[in-house]
């Protein structure tokens, strides 16, 4: 509905007063001329009124007390006039914002007169102003004065859920489902959404019931019933109209999408999953059920089993480029390489999201060393999601080539479209000087970036590279001030934790701050790496074990294996640490921490 505020304007004022008022007004033109609107407008242009002697009346005065003084002597106004006053005043206490004087004139005037313009009117204000009792008035003469208007049917089958009148409302809504100007399911799916939005849950629960049992063994009854008890939290009730919907067999794809998405939003995708299972174990063929359940499937993170009936589904239709699209990637995500190469060179061939499958087969080239294939495929990618980062990886293979002036020319030819666009190229243009030894370039590339804005992700790479050079006064002032922004930052903690303890002898310092990560992320391997590590260097040997053996059992990393390696072999155990370090120099052999460690302990 259009906004109160709206209609109440100052033309809509202007033109009340030009109404003459007299014998030649009939109470049908009072109605008209005083700018009752259908939802959607505002006040009608006023006909040119007859020419007979004005009544003149007395000055308007506002004021805080009284919106609008009565005249002196109420013999000034016949029985033709008084609803014009009474929808004067109206007006002007709507611009006054006092809804309850616009809400009773209107209404009352509405109840007077029996026209259905002011009728209307009365109803949108009523609603408006949350008058529930005065919205029921007015929308009941609505109905009475045009009986087949669908939209004052469903004001008053809501006021009467509001009222608690399931009966009456029920009237009004087998109206709608009777009426000949829309299909019976579109007009089921409007009362559903219509009763979600009653605060009377109960009741509006009632009216659904009472439509269903009219209707039983209705396909589309039982989805509108079921959209509405989702909507209401009765998942139980929604499940059970649900599953007889399928034991009917009248589980299809629309009717499937619109209960799946409700599910969704409501963060019940298991029980949204598990219908479908039934659907499709009753309608194997539906191909629109299953595509629904494989991206279903996919977005739960089920990759495996999603990849499974997207399968099925590309075998039943071949061509179907989003099939195939969506197998591609599986099959990427899955490690089947040589798949994927097939479904995205078959969209190749099908012409279709040529430049998604150019990207997707430029990284599998890559993936296989095959640099100067995947250079020609990203260049070929021209458009579409993938383009910016097709601009980034030509970079960064020129940069493998050793064409490092090359990489930054083309970084530099490529045209940002926003902040975090700017700062990937940042970041790419560090991470190539970088890969070069070229570090105080890096650090100048990205210093530049960071004078004059804050990003995290890039002040924890400055940080890591001034680590890596020994500025150890960059990387804390770096982490300090990610951590004045975001003190819950258990990357950053972890980092200048970790640094504290393996580069200075801030030993009570790095634990604080690395037990602060911890109580963030107990289970992070790399913290717990750290806490073994700071408490090696505080000398609490046994505590170390602990957690650098549970870092270990998260993963088998080299760098874990050489700080277990060393607590074990202060403590005595030679043969234990010689052990984990031959372990891991097997899967490591050129480990640099590995190796440093086993040479400075057991050369």
């Known amino acids: 509905m259009i906004a109160f505020s709206k209609c109440f304007s100052a033309e809509g004022a202007r033109r009340s007063r030009r109404g003459t008022v007299g014998n030649g007004w009939s109470v049908r033109r009072i109605g008209f001329a005083l700018g009752v609107v259908a939802i959607g407008g505002c006040v009608t242009q006023v006909p040119p009124p007859p020419r007979v002697a004005p009544t003149v009346l007395d000055p308007v005065v506002l004021n805080e007390g009284n919106l609008i003084d009565p005249p002196s002597s109420a013999a000034a106004f016949d029985t033709d006039s008084e609803p014009l006053y009474r929808l004067l005043v109206a007006e002007f206490a709507g611009q006054r914002g006092r809804m309850d004087i616009a809400v009773e004139h209107y209404v009352e005037t509405a109840k007077q007169l029996r026209d259905l313009e002011i009728a209307k009117r009365a109803t949108q204000i009523a609603v408006f102003a949350r008058n529930n009792k005065a919205a029921l008035q007015a929308a009941s003469i609505w109905v009475e004065k045009a009986p087949e208007d669908t939209e004052a049917r469903q004001i008053l089958a809501a006021m009467h859920i509001r009222e608690g009148n399931a009966d009456v409302a029920i009237t009004h809504l087998e109206y709608l489902l009777n009426a000949e100007s829309k299909r019976e399911d579109r007009q089921l799916r409007m009362i559903a959404n219509l009763l979600s939005r009653e605060e009377d849950k109960l009741t509006a629960m009632e009216v659904m019931e009472k439509l269903m049992s009219r209707r039983d063994g209705d396909a589309e009854v039982l989805v509108a019933y079921a959209l509405l008890a989702v909507r209401a939290e009765e998942l139980d009730k929604a499940r059970t109209a649900m599953e007889r919907v399928v034991e009917i067999g009248g589980s299809d794809t629309n009717i499937a999408m619109a209960y799946v998405a409700l599910l969704q939003k409501h963060g019940k995708s298991p029980i949204a999953l598990t219908w479908l299972e039934r659907a499709i174990a009753k309608e194997t063929d539906d191909f629109g059920l299953r595509l629904i359940y494989a991206r279903l499937l996919a977005d739960s993170n089920r990759y495996e089993e999603a990849r499974v009936q997207f399968a099925i589904l590309a075998a ?13 990637l599986l099959n990427l995500q899955a490690n089947r390489i040589d798949a994927a190469r097939e479904n995205f060179q078959k969209l190749l061939k099908l012409k279709v999201r040529r430049d998604d499958a150019k990207f997707y087969l430029a990284q599998i080239a890559e993936s296989r060393e095959r640099v100067n294939d995947a250079l020609d495929l ?14 980034i990886r030509i970079a960064l293979i020129l940069s493998l080539k050793d064409e490092i002036a090359n990489a930054r020319a083309h970084l530099r030819s490529i045209v940002p479209e926003n902040d975090e666009q700017t700062l990937h190229l940042v970041r790419a243009e560090g991470e190539i000087l970088t890969q070069h030894n070229r570090f105080d370039d890096a650090m100048t590339v990205y210093g530049r970036a960071l004078a004059d804005r804050y990003d995290m992700e890039l002040l924890y790479t400055r940080a890591m590279l001034a680590e890596k050079i020994g500025r150890l006064d960059v990387l804390e002032a770096d982490l300090r001030t990610i951590l004045a922004r975001e003190p819950e930052n258990a990357q950053a903690l972890n980092a200048l934790g970790y640094t504290l303890a393996d580069h200075t002898d801030r030993y ?61 072999w202060v403590m005595g155990d030679q043969d234990a640490a010689r052990d984990i370090w031959d372990s891991a120099l097997k899967d490591t052999p050129d480990n640099q921490r590995l190796l440093d460690v086993i040479e400075r302990l057991a050369p």
């Open 316 to 328: 039943k239709m071949p061509d179907n480029s989003d099939v195939i699209y969506a197998l591609g």
């Open 378 to 391: 990203y260049r070929a990618v021209t458009s579409g999601s993938n383009y910016f980062q097709s601009q």
């Open 508 to 568: 009570e310092e790095a634990h604080e701050l690395i037990e602060r990560a911890l109580v963030l992320n107990p289970n992070d391997f790399y913290i717990l790496d750290s806490m073994g590590w700071v408490l090696y260097r505080l000398g609490r040997l046994s505590e170390a074990m602990k957690f650098l053996e549970r870092a270990r059992s998260i993963r088998d990393d080299p760098e874990v294996a050489a700080h277990l390696g060393e607590v074990l």
